[in-house]
């Protein structure tokens, strides 16, 4: 049982290795190796026009990569059997038909990738439209829509899920939904990829993160490590703390007229900076937002491009 599910767990992850993709001259995607596993929510972050578009179309076989491979499930998307019943995606909300409806459309969705019918009244309770099953979809406003792309995710009732921000334009009740809908899609053992530009919201909702900008991979990491922010410290002689916690083996840099410092417990600054006779102006643990490591992350790869 134990070996089934490990073999199903390995069946049903997103692995993107050295992937490369440009348009025309420039590298919208750079060498980018990542791996999305079952049972968590894994957040895709980057400023706008950081790749992420890019990667999920080339993942799910919509533009074909320069270098490097995206598997999901084992397989290129194009080699997968009957592909939505083991991914469901949400890419672009708007492009349903707007003449039919959402029943319809849902329906049309069924037969051509031969899921049976009765799945089709079972997504749209799923998703809160049961009411406005049988109304035409260009009436529809920007939440119903993304609410029927997510009908459309499901319909196969998939092991994979892929939403590329899914929360854009949304009221917060609208946000509260989706969140709850990824996380129980993730309690489920389902493997669930979702990009955003806004730390804040995949704080609230993914388990793991991806960070990338430029195209490159910047951080794959649980998103509880990236609440570690090292240690805050401001001193009346800014230059020769900087070298005394350096030479202390201190990871050191300028943040906001202080220093951010890595590698050392606050009490330990607080002892060197004593000895070297240094007064301290402040000294928190922690301290940073989840959006400022975010910034600090895509910065850095932004000031190496220039
Ligand atoms: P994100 O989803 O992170 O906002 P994208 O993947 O949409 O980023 O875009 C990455 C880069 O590739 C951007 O510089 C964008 O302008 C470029 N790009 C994306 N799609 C195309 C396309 N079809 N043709 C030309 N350039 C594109």
């Excluded at 609230?204 to 910047?218: E, K, N, Q, S, Y």
């Amino acid at each position: 049982m134990e070996t089934a599910r490990a073999a199903r767990d390995a069946e049903d992850m997103i692995e993107v290795t050295g992937l490369t993709k440009r348009y025309g001259g420039a590298l919208a995607v750079d060498e980018l190796t990542f791996a999305v596993k079952p049972g968590l929510v894994t957040g895709f972050l980057g400023p706008n026009g950081a790749g992420k578009s890019t990667t999920m179309r080339v993942i799910l076989g919509l533009e074909s990569p320069d270098e490097g491979t995206a598997l999901v499930c084992g397989r290129p998307y194009a080699g997968l059997r009957r592909p939505m019943l083991r991914v469901g995606a949400l890419l672009d909300a708007g492009n349903a038909h707007g003449g039919r409806t959402a029943r319809g459309h849902l329906s049309w969705l069924a037969r051509s990738n031969g899921i049976d019918r009765r799945r089709v009244g079972e997504v749209l309770t799923e998703v809160g439209l049961d009411g406005a099953a049988d109304r035409r979809i260009g009436g529809f406003s920007l939440g119903m829509r993304q609410r029927l792309g997510i009908a459309g995710a499901l319909l196969g009732d998939p092991e994979v899920l892929i939403f590329d921000e899914p929360v854009n334009g949304l009221d917060p009740e609208g946000i509260r939904w989706i969140r709850d809908l990824m996380r129980s899609m993730a309690a489920d053992g389902r493997t669930v990829l979702v990009s955003s530009h806004l730390m804040g919201e995949m704080a609230l909702t993914a388990d793991h993160v991806v960070v990338i900008a430029g195209g490159r991979l910047i951080a794959d990491a649980p998103m509880a490590g990236l609440r570690h922010g090292g240690v805050l410290v401001r001193a009346a002689d800014r230059q020769a703390l900087a070298r005394e916690l350096r030479r202390h083996g201190g990871e050191v840099r300028d943040e906001d007229g202080g220093l951010r410092v890595r590698g050392l417990s606050a009490a330990r600054i607080g002892e060197l900076a004593l000895a070297a006779g240094i007064a301290l102006r402040e000294l928190t643990p922690g301290g940073r937002s989840l959006e400022e490591t975010f910034m600090e992350l895509t910065g850095a790869v932004a000031g190496r491009a220039s």
